[in-house]
Nanobody, 115 residues
């Protein structure tokens, strides 16, 4: 049973930084892609960033230049470094992983940006 467990969320002031981690367990394969989505109250879940197993990355326009995704394939772990955080980045952040047609999600971690 594959499980994704996020950590690193919390409360931060505007302009601050946080680093999210997502560790996958129960998997004997390397995921084709690992990514981050977020969902703010009253809004749909939206794409934030993704990284393939060969290192290609993609970012949402709203976070490009501020967030950086990275992964450790050997550990099946993905990270999201978030800098210059804004109140509109407040959301539950979900880690996702894809292997072929199989899709997995973490339980989410809350990020709150507020003074």
């Amino acid at each position: 049973q594959v499980q994704l467990v996020e950590s690193g969320g919390g409360l931060v002031q505007p302009g601050g930084s946080l680093r999210l981690s997502c560790a996958a367990s129960g998997s004997r394969f390397t995921f084709n892609a690992m990514d981050w989505y977020r969902q703010a109250p009253g809004k749909q879940r939206e794409f934030v960033a993704a990284m393939t197993s060969d290192g290609s990355t993609a970012y949402a326009g709203s976070v490009k230049g501020r967030f950086t995704i990275s992964r450790d394939n050997a550990k099946n772990t993905v990270y999201l470094q978030m800098n210059s955080l804004k109140p509109e980045d407040t959301a539950v952040y979900y880690c996702g992983a894809q292997f072929g047609s199989l899709r997995y999600w973490g339980q989410g971690t809350q990020v709150t940006v507020s003074s």
